[in-house]
């Protein structure tokens, strides 16, 4: 087949390397999206951008999806594995750990490997291959025809694309128009990055005329044809007509008019059916083995054997037409596998096929695929051909579809509940199988969190079947997906329905309580809540529904019972298994951050969990002990890992059914990237929080309120804030009301305003009867601030306090920021300043660093330097510098640091000349490739 010519497409390669040079010298990724119709050349553009981008020394993996890959979990993860290029040692080493994670048949080949996969896995692994490979070189990732990615392969590329934002990667995608139902959520997230200028989205529209015509001209010259210039207009204006400018068509057309076939005129407009008839000629058999063959993703030459049984000609014919299916460039080799080199002519050759025909050829597929031991080493592929060669009614179809949802549920839940939902359409109606299937599929869609979905389906099945007697495990888990998007009322709706059905069921009682207590009832939460802690759960499900809900809502008890529920869950944490017992332990993690023993009782849960679990114990991932994990970290100070689980957090982040507590667990990372003086992130990670968020959201008003002040916008942050503590006031909810009223006492002018001032003493008397040691700190530290010009004495004691509890707990990030308010009173300045200095320096947290300086150079302290290491940089350059590189200008670092612009100035001139470079791009460069270390 002739390579397609590029013709009219110069400005949208053009931008495409203009981004992807632009990423890589200001260290940081770059999106590239091709979009279009089908025809519009979308692969021909990823191909010159390619070849361009080789020329300028970049390394380049590629893989595409495949319309028949779309039930397979990273599909297109692992053909860019296969293809990739490997560099290294160490990036053949990672590439290896990743393939060994997403091969469905590598997992298989390894008893019990199924256990140590995960999402998060294979995102981890991901972004540290591609880590590995930007240490030696640009790289481009060119993933083609996302349309037909697997959800897990969309939802593990929007979070992966996020956590590779500061390192040189390019991403150059291409999708079809028409799919937004799975590329919805990709698109929004490129499109608000493009907003941004951190992306590029590019549209293909139709040729014009003029390209058109210069596209005819250079294929009748590449053709040799002595068509004359009258002629070459006259074609040009007929292929225009009949493709409608879609320059594969317009080619496609102008080479079968060249070659002289006789239904040239009757070739129809912006159609895909000439493709079959132009690249297969006349040649019957080599049209029939490639009709054969599109029900194949992947080809190799023993599947002739299949071929041969459906079509009947002799094994010598098939072998001649094969060969000459290869010459004609419709199939290509790479490795020991064939495929088709344009997936539009699969696609088409597989719709002519017709319906009949196709389950045919899948029930013969399946069979040959099942005798050469396909079951075991592509499991994906057989039950693909088993399905789509049974009817309704079939129990191979269906038996085959949950065997895959069984084998990909851990490491991609929204494909398994994709292969449910084709099990549940191979049952009859009337099934008594229905509930069962689509009680699985509800559960898969809560794991992989799409509670929109599950909502959206129990709801349906909860209508047809009622609630009681087998439903009631249903509603249990229907009632605590109302619960992850706000839907409080809807909740407490469905237990009441449950228990007047009669259903007995000891999870009920905490999830009331979580209800009530969002909706303000205190009083009735506080009933339930207690009722929780003493109920006996007797099921082995009900347990693990019971210990979460009961951790969260524990902070509603009073001391005595709530201690007595944290030794209850403690002692019988191991009596159900590891997976339980990692269940319980994170649940206690909730109730010691949230209701008392602190992070250091926090932090040994978390070791358990680790024991449990290996090194990376996200698994399963629960929103609020994802909450209570990034809030431990975030008060403990290992930033780097709360930040990482704020990340993680916005997976998923467009969907109806996004949880409020993940949307905390945001708002947390959105506090710690202002403090780490990365204001651009900080307003990144916020964006859609408070559109979504459901009234009273505490830590969402507070990090917006943070992000409105960076943008000046001081009165509209002091409103919010004070609104949020009335909410809070109002229904006796004290849950992080300390950290929203340090937020207001931060804004400037706060401890003269004596509106500010009864707020915050509200909501101290609300919070310190609790003694939640998190609420204490914040709480006490805020009425230091609030006290520290009018009366210092009451301002020591209470910052006293607020260091005192969060040194006793464990917090380190809290007690050095309350040993910022002692030093500033004056109260043991020396080791408080130093110390605060000296824990805020080592997570670079500029602004708090600046903060501690400022004191220490009020009381007379010195400020402690590193002794500065050949070809490195001192503390305070180091701060310019990263502050430089987040692309704050000289002004805004003098701003921000409290320094003048010419320090600025002598700060980065010092830094240059230390490493050699030129400037701030040419320091991005060295920094992002390692060579640089500030």
Not at 803 to 816: K, L
Request: glycine residues 8%.
């Amino acid at each position: 087949m002739t390579r397609a010519l590029c013709v009219g497409r110069e400005a949208e390669i053009a931008a495409i390397l203009t981004e992807a040079d632009a990423a890589v010298q200001g260290t940081r990724a770059a999106v590239l999206l091709v979009r279009g119709a089908p025809g519009s050349g979308k692969t021909t553009v990823l191909d010159q951008a390619v070849v361009s981008m080789r020329e300028r020394g970049y390394s380049v993996a590629r893989g595409r999806a495949d319309a028949l890959d779309a039930a397979r979990p990273y599909a297109a993860l692992l053909d860019t594995i296969n293809r990739s290029e490997l560099l290294s040692d160490a990036m053949r080493e990672a590439l290896e750990t990743l393939r060994a994670v997403v091969d469905p048949v590598a997992v298989r080949a390894r008893p019990g490997a199924e256990a140590a996969r995960g999402s998060e896995r294979v995102l981890d692994l991901t972004v540290r291959a591609l880590r590995t490979a930007a240490q030696e070189g640009p790289q481009v990732v060119v993933l083609e025809d996302l349309h037909h990615a697997d959800a897990a392969m969309m939802q593990m590329l929007a979070t992966g694309l996020r956590s590779l934002d500061h390192v040189p990667v390019v991403f150059l995608l291409s999708l079809r128009h028409g799919f937004e139902d799975r590329t919805g959520e990709l698109e929004s997230f490129v499109n608000r990055r493009a907003a941004d200028k951190r992306a590029v989205v590019l549209d293909l529209e139709p040729l014009s005329r003029a390209d058109a015509r210069e596209l005819v001209q250079a294929r009748v010259a590449q053709a040799g044809s002595g068509i004359g210039p009258q002629d070459i207009d006259a074609l040009a204006a007929d292929a225009y007509e009949r493709t409608g400018g879609l320059p594969l068509f317009l080619d496609t057309y102008v080479h079968q008019h060249l070659e002289g076939a006789a239904n040239a005129s009757t070739y129809p407009r912006r159609t895909r059916m000439h493709l079959q008839e132009w690249l297969l000629g006349y040649d019957a058999l080599a049209l029939r083995v490639a009709q054969a063959l599109s029900v194949l993703t992947s080809i190799r030459l023993v599947d002739l054997e299949c071929v041969q049984e459906a079509i009947g000609y002799p094994a010598s014919d098939l072998e001649g037409a094969f060969d000459r299916l290869v010459r004609m460039g419709v199939l290509y080799e790479e490795g020991r596998e064939f495929h088709f080199a344009q997936p539009m002519l699969r696609e088409e050759l597989y719709d002519a096929l017709g319906a009949a025909q196709r389950v045919r050829m899948h029930a013969r597929a399946a069979r040959h695929l099942e005798a050469r031991g396909g079951r075991v080493t592509d499991l994906v592929g057989w039950a693909t051909h088993v399905v789509k060669s049974t009817e309704p009614g079939d129990d191979a179809g269906f038996n085959a579809a949950l065997e895959v949802a069984e084998h990909v549920g851990l490491s991609a839940p929204l494909v398994a509940a994709e292969w449910v939902g084709l099990a549940r359409e191979r049952l009859l109606p009337g099934d008594p199988r229905e509930f069962d299937v689509d009680a699985t599929r509800v559960g898969l869609l809560s794991y992989g969190g799409r509670l929109a979905e599950a909502i959206a389906l129990s709801e349906e099945v909860l209508e047809k079947n009622g609630i009681g007697g087998r439903t009631a495990r249903l509603a249990r888990e229907h009632s605590m997906n109302l619960l992850g998007v706000g839907r409080f009322a809807d909740a407490l709706e469905v237990l009441t329905r449950a228990e007047r059905s009669g259903v007995v069921d000891p999870a009920h009682a905490p999830v009331r309580a979580h209800a009530l207590y969002s909706l303000g009832r205190r009083e009735e939460a506080d009933a339930a809540a207690l009722l929780a802690a003493r109920n006996e759960p007797m099921e082995r499900d009900a347990y693990f529904a019971w210990l979460v809900m009961s951790a969260f809502d524990a902070q509603v008890l009073a001391r005595e019972d709530r201690d007595a529920l944290r030794e209850r869950l403690e002692r019988e944490a191991g009596e159900f298994g590891p997976l339980l017992e990692r269940e319980a332990r994170a649940a206690l993690m909730v109730l010691a951050m949230e209701g008392g023993g602190g992070a250091n009782e926090a932090r040994r849960h978390a070791r358990r969990i680790a024991e449990l679990t290996g090194e990376d114990w996200a698994p399963r991932l629960d929103s609020t002990q994802m909450l209570a994990q990034t809030e431990l970290s975030f008060v403990e100070g290992a930033w780097d890992e709360a930040l990482a689980w704020a990340d993680l957090g916005r997976s998923g982040e467009e969907s109806a059914g996004m949880s409020v507590a993940r949307d905390a667990v945001r708002a947390l990372g959105v506090l710690m990237l202002d403090d780490l003086a990365r204001p651009r992130e900080a307003a990144d990670l916020s964006r859609g929080l408070v559109a979504r968020a459901p009234a009273g959201a505490p830590l969402v008003e507070a990090a917006h309120a943070r992000v409105l002040v960076s943008g000046g916008e001081i009165a509209s942050a002091r409103d919010r804030l004070i609104r949020q503590i009335d909410w809070q006031l109002e229904r006796g909810l004290p849950i992080f009301i300390g950290l929203v009223a340090e937020e207001l006492a931060r804004l400037p002018e706060s401890d003269t305003d004596d509106e500010v001032l009864s707020h915050i003493r509200g909501a101290h008397e609300l919070a310190a009867p609790l003694g939640w040691p998190a609420n204490d700190v914040y709480l006490n530290r805020t009425l230091a601030r609030m006290y520290c010009a009018t009366d210092p004495d009451t301002a020591a004691r209470h910052a006293s306090v607020s260091w005192e509890i969060a040194h006793a707990h464990g917090m380190h990030a809290e007690s050095a920021r309350s040993g910022l308010v002692l030093g500033a009173l004056g109260v043991d300045a020396s080791s408080h300043l130093v110390a605060a200095h000296d824990l805020f320096r080592t997570l670079g947290a500029a602004d708090l660093v600046s903060t501690a300086r400022r004191h220490m150079r009020s009381a007379g302290i010195p400020i402690p330097r590193q002794r500065r290491r050949r070809g490195k940089a001192s503390e305070v350059e180091g701060v310019v510098a990263r502050l430089a590189i987040e692309g704050l200008t000289n002004h805004q670092i003098a701003q921000r640091l409290h320094y003048s612009v010419k320090t600025v100035e002598l700060y980065l001139s010092r830094v240059y000349q230390q490493y050699g470079v030129s400037g701030r791009v040419a320091l991005a460069s060295g920094v992002a490739s390692g060579a640089i270390e500030l």
